[in-house]
């Protein structure tokens, strides 16, 4: 099975442009700092920039692509997203206590105005319904089963 298949026929493909390539390796270099300061702040999310940061590295470098995808802590959940466009139990929680420790900070330092907080909340529990509507990853088991 290629690589294409096993991960779902989602790969783009590089970018023959070199001006073009350049642009999306630092774009994707960006997008993976800002997954790193993520992973460190609790208020800052992680997999989505590094999703975005693989997307970029597939129209720019395989070899970083491949080195995301393939890394210990922050490869599974990107494998996951790209095979089946699930999050884990585990990414589910920390993304919804993340944004609901963002909106506590933004009205405590802030202070915003109703309109303004009602925005932010709306927003955000838009984005908390998208993330707890994604399928858990499939398990070997579910696999073995044909469950696919």
Not at 33 to 39: C, H, N, S
Not at 103 to 126: D, E, I, Q, Y
Request: a positive charge; hydrophobic letters at 50%; charged letters at 15%.
């Amino acid at each position: 099975m290629s690589d294409d298949e096993q991960l779902g026929g989602r790969r783009a493909s590089p970018s023959r442009h070199p001006v073009a390539r350049a642009a999306w390796l630092v774009v994707g270099f960006v997008f993976v700092a800002l997954g790193i300061i993520g992973a460190l702040l609790p208020i800052m999310p992680t997999t989505i920039f590094l999703i975005v940061a693989t997307g970029c590295f597939a129209r720019s470098s395989p070899r970083f692509e491949t080195w995301l995808l393939n890394h210990r802590h922050f490869g599974p959940p990107l494998r996951a997203w790209r095979e089946n466009r699930s999050v884990s139990r585990h990414g589910k929680i920390a993304a919804c206590t993340g944004m609901a420790m963002g909106f506590g900070l933004f009205c405590l330092a802030v202070r915003p105005g109703p309109l303004p907080a009602l925005g932010a909340a709306a927003f955000l529990l838009a984005s908390a319904a998208y993330v707890v509507t994604r399928p858990a990853p499939l398990t070997a088991i579910d696999r073995r089963a044909g469950r696919e």
